[in-house]
Nanobody
Framework: QVHLGESGGGLVQPGGSLRLSCAASGSFFSINRMGWYRQAPGKQRELVAS???????KYADSVKGRCTISRDDAKNSVYLQMNSLKAEDTAVYYC???????????????WGQGTLVTASS
């Protein structure tokens, strides 16, 4: 079994910052792509940012310049630094990862349980 554990969500005033963390645990060989998604009430889940094993990053236009995704493969972890938070950033944020589970390279997609980020005064 593999698992993604998230932390770092909470209530912050608009303009504030938060850092989300996600760590993978269980039995796997390596981690390919990792990312953060979010889902606001009444909206579809959307990609916030992703990072490949080689460090290539991708961001949603709505967070470019305000968010930075990073990973620490030694800790099997991915992070999302969010600055200048806006009310519209309020959502449940989900960690996502593609974990290689066999020596032949078969991988599975795993989701975290979600962490709530609320930007409100």
């Amino acid at each position: 079994q593999v698992h993604l554990g998230e932390s770092g969500g909470g209530l912050v005033q608009p303009g504030g910052s938060l850092r989300l963390s996600c760590a993978a645990s269980g039995s796997f060989f390596s981690i390919n792509r990792m990312g953060w998604y979010r889902q606001a009430p009444g909206k579809q889940r959307e990609l916030v940012a992703s990072i490949t094993r080689g460090g290539n990053t991708k961001y949603a236009d709505s967070v470019k310049g305000r968010c930075t995704i990073s990973r620490d493969d030694a800790k099997n972890s991915v992070y999302l630094q969010m600055n200048s938070l806006k009310a519209e950033d309020t959502a449940v944020y989900y960690c996502n990862a593609a974990l290689v589970v066999t020596s032949a390279g078969r991988w599975v997609e795993v989701w975290g349980q979600g962490t709530l980020v609320t930007a409100s005064s």
